[in-house]
């Protein structure tokens, strides 16, 4: 029986990859550019998008940490 779980895998090694060079080569650009501002959203968006491309699981657990939260206040 034919599985894609490694294709799968490749693929989410090379995405990790891709994604850390566009990183650094957004972060190059910002900082060259002296936009302060833009290199604060553009860490905080990439570290956001980042959580989920590292460890797509997080994605399952953070809507239950909210309600909790959100049940208790």
């Known amino acids: 029986m034919f599985s ?17 060079i566009g990183f650094l080569i957004g972060l190059i650009v910002f900082c060259f550019k002296r936009a302060w501002i833009g290199v604060i ?9 980042g959580m989920f491309i590292i460890n797509p699981e997080i994605m399952l657990e953070l809507p239950e940490r909210f309600s909790k939260i ?4």
């Open 41 to 49: 959203i553009f860490l905080a968006g990439t570290i956001f998008i």
């Open 70 to 73: 959100i049940m208790k206040g």
């Open 4 to 20: 894609a779980q490694g294709i799968f895998e490749w693929l989410a090694g090379e995405v990790k990859w891709l994604f850390l």
